[in-house]
């Protein structure tokens, strides 16, 4: 039975490109650019929606792009139906259109003592399998997201690949992806791990084993040394390196309490960098520039400097990363849901008001 119900058409093939409208430009890379946006089915109804496209990757590239796209429009033809992922709407020349999920990326979410989300993606997981496809991928964080419902979702399908369970190597493959959202467990909820998922993540499968010790590392070779790729869905030296040395000089300024980087999609496929700086004391972006200039002789390029009345912090005391991402991204519409109390919705509600990048949203022509 699907989780989720799914009210779409059937995927339309070879479908045309102007029925879909861009609205957020959602991560570049070496293989694809992803946007999220409206498309239009041929009887005129619209559904939100993502595209991947590839029609600009380089010709080093576009081969393995498109069998990664090829991959993912085939197993989400497949798997719709369990209701774990978004529904495939659309395959084109060079791009697929699958429908919008209401959703953040578990990294965003942190879904710290969740256990009903993990309860969700267990039963995902065995949804997926049951279907007679393994993810293969679910050790990026990004690929699990957690709904506005609370429930877990399943994205990018590039490497998914179709098993038979009662194979050794069908079993192997649902076995990792269930040692992989197990990881995602103990990393928010280590204390709900039963004596079993123990075991089982104390126990790499073989492939795995001999995949850590050959093929990963040939991978990384190829794509980091040869082709300059590095998998962090977008991020990379700039938020690594550059960020933590901009907030560090702005901390300096006398009037500055605190700062927080967070990272964003330019429309010309660039990783924009985006400081929250809360103040103790009158300053100006401009002033602030100004400080940064003269500690930094190197000037890194700073996208972004919002000024806000101060940081969103969890009871802890941490920063609230999530809420910041969303914002510097211009994605706001979960801000809500995830912000938990009425002060703070209050206070991202006035941060969102006052963000700056709005870049990365495509303006619609008007009709």
């Not at 390196?241 to 496929?269: C, K, N, W, Y």
């Not at 990048?357 to 022509?365: A, F, S, V, Y």
Request: net charge positive.
């Amino acid at each position: 039975m699907a989780r989720h119900k799914v009210d779409v058409p059937p995927p339309e093939y070879k479908a045309d490109p102007r029925r879909f409208t861009v609205d957020t430009v959602l991560k570049r890379d070496v293989f694809s650019t992803v946007e999220r946006g409206t498309w239009i089915t041929p009887d005129g109804r619209a559904y939100p929606a993502v595209r991947r496209r590839w029609n600009e990757v380089s010709l080093w590239f576009a081969l393995i792009a498109q069998v990664l796209a090829a991959r993912e429009s085939y197993a989400l033809a497949r798997v719709t139906r369990t209701g774990v992922t978004t529904p495939l709407l659309a395959v084109g020349h060079r791009f697929l259109v699958r429908g919008w999920i209401e959703g953040v990326p578990l990294q965003i979410a942190r879904p710290s003592g969740d256990l009903a989300f993990f309860r969700s993606a267990k039963s995902a997981l065995r949804a997926l399998h049951a279907t007679g496809f393994a993810h293969n991928d679910l050790a990026k964080q990004q690929n699990w997201l957690r709904g506005a419902d609370g429930e877990a979702w399943l994205t990018d399908f590039q490497l998914a690949l179709p098993i038979d369970r009662r194979s050794r190597i069908g079993r192997v493959l649902a076995y990792e992806d269930l040692r992989h959202l197990l990881k995602h467990k103990r990393t928010y909820c280590p204390d709900a791990l039963t004596p079993r998922e123990r075991r089982v993540l104390a126990r790499k499968s073989v492939i795995a084993r001999v995949w850590m010790a050959t093929g990963k590392r040939v991978y990384r070779f190829v794509t980091r040394r040869l082709m300059s790729y590095s998998d962090t869905e977008g991020r990379g030296p700039r938020v690594t390196q550059v960020a933590p040395r901009i907030a560090a000089a702005l901390e300096t300024h006398p009037a500055v309490s605190a700062v927080h980087m967070s990272d964003f999609q330019t429309l010309g496929g660039k990783v924009g960098l985006y400081a929250f700086v809360e103040t103790r004391a009158p300053v100006d972006a401009a002033a602030l520039r100004t400080h940064l200039a003269a500690l930094l002789p190197d000037r890194p390029h700073l996208d972004q400097v919002q000024i806000v009345p101060r940081l969103p912090r969890d009871g802890a005391g941490f920063v609230r990363d999530d809420l910041l991402l969303l914002v510097a991204r211009n994605q706001i519409e979960m801000l809500e849901d995830l912000a938990g109390t009425p002060e703070m919705r209050a206070l991202i509600a006035e941060i969102a008001r006052g963000r700056l990048n709005l870049t990365d949203r495509i303006t619609r022509p008007a009709a």
